[in-house]
């Protein structure tokens, strides 16, 4: 992070701006501004998923409005997937749309949230009802940034490279599951990331818009979105990673009982997110609740959910359907 001035040319811009939240600031805004030759005004916002709506949204713009930011600046979004979302789409809205620049701080946001170009914020109830495509002019990965990371939130990243594994690197796979996350040296690490970033860039880039290829991202979200917002409504909270391990197996199960996907590999995967630390199964969740959520996705139209499974560890398919009795049966896998 203090050789952000080496990675990028700052001095064709007017002004710089950071975009961070109250526990993250503290730690990095001091290492930015060391290595910085000149001002920066800082923008911080609360921390949690609540700010990424139009109140913050207007707060921000307000600010650069304020502080005289003109078409020439840049943002910096120093943070997890909030603050990249929640900064991505100011910045793509400011006077039609400045230059912005995202710095990742969660294991998520660096292997998923900040590659791909999807920015927003959370609207009238609808998880990032607005937004756009709107790419950074880079993102930039600084591992030790990993280090303040509470162990939940760093497991639930890791949930995401497990997945990037299963849908497109079978040698990956293996890897990233051969040993716990936290037995992984910062070097390893490094070369994780760097893996899982190429994963995701890959397939976005064949499909930036999301009509095809991209939807196998989607695996284990299905069934996981469903149990994240099936747990947030009993306030006993799951991070999103943590719902899409179990989404992950459940979603195995389906492909395994489709007849497209083998058992062997299905325990493969159980035992990996095992390792991982991270859950394969929930309670006191039905089956009904879980179908009622799926269907009401504005994901799926027309009563009918399109899956993305996994064919073999490696590689997977999308815009496959299943009859209602198997899907309730892969489901029951998951439930304690
Ligand atoms: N745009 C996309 O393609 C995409 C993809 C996946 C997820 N997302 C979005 O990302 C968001 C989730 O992102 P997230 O998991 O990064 O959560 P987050 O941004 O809420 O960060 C999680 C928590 O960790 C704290 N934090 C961040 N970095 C830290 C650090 N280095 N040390 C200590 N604490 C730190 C944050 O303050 C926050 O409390 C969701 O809103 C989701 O919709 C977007
Ligand atoms: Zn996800």
């Not at 607005?130 to 002019?137: A, E, R, S, W």
């Not at 035992?271 to 179908?291: D, F, Q, V």
Request: proline share 2%; hydrophobic share 40%; charged share 25%.
């Amino acid at each position: 992070l203090e050789k952000l001035e080496e990675v990028i040319d700052l001095n064709q811009y007017s002004k710089i701006g950071i975009l961070t939240d109250e526990l993250i600031g503290k730690h990095f805004i001091p290492i930015i501004k060391k290595g910085l030759k000149r001002e920066v005004s800082e923008i911080i916002i609360q921390s949690g998923e609540k700010e990424k709506n139009i109140e913050t949204f207007q707060y921000i713009l307000e600010k650069l409005f304020k502080e005289q930011f003109d078409r020439k600046s840049l943002l910096i979004n120093l943070g997890g997937g909030v603050i990249g979302d929640l900064g991505g789409f100011v910045a793509g809205c400011f006077m039609r749309g400045i230059s912005f620049l995202q710095v990742p701080t969660t294991l998520l946001s660096q292997v998923d949230a900040s590659i791909g170009d999807k920015v927003g914020i959370n609207f009238v109830g609808i998880k990032n009802g607005i937004g756009l495509f709107n790419p950074p002019v880079g993102v930039i990965i600084d591992v030790h940034t990993l280090s303040t990371l509470p162990r939940r939130e760093f497991l639930s990243g890791f949930s995401e490279i497990i997945k990037h594994g299963i849908i497109a690197d079978k040698k990956y796979f293996e890897f990233v599951t051969s040993k716990k996350p936290a037995e992984f040296s910062k070097k390893e690490l490094v070369s994780i990331i760097k893996r899982s970033c190429e994963i995701k860039a890959s397939i976005v880039e064949a499909d930036e818009k999301e009509t095809g290829f991209r939807k196998t991202l989607n695996f284990g979200h299905t069934i996981g979105h469903a149990i994240e917002e099936l747990k947030l409504e009993t306030n006993a909270l799951l991070h999103h990673g943590e719902a899409v391990a179990i989404g992950m197996v459940a979603e195995s199960k389906l492909a395994e009982l489709l007849g497209m996907f083998n058992k062997h590999d299905l325990e493969k995967i159980k035992k990996g997110i095992i390792r991982a630390g991270l859950p394969t199964s929930i309670s006191n969740i039905s089956t009904e609740k879980m179908m009622d959520k799926m269907l009401s996705d504005k994901k799926n139209r027309n009563g009918k959910i399109l899956w993305s499974l996994p064919e073999k560890i490696g590689s997977a398919k999308f815009n496959i359907e299943a009859s209602e009795q198997l899907i309730i049966n892969a489901i029951k896998q998951i439930l304690l």
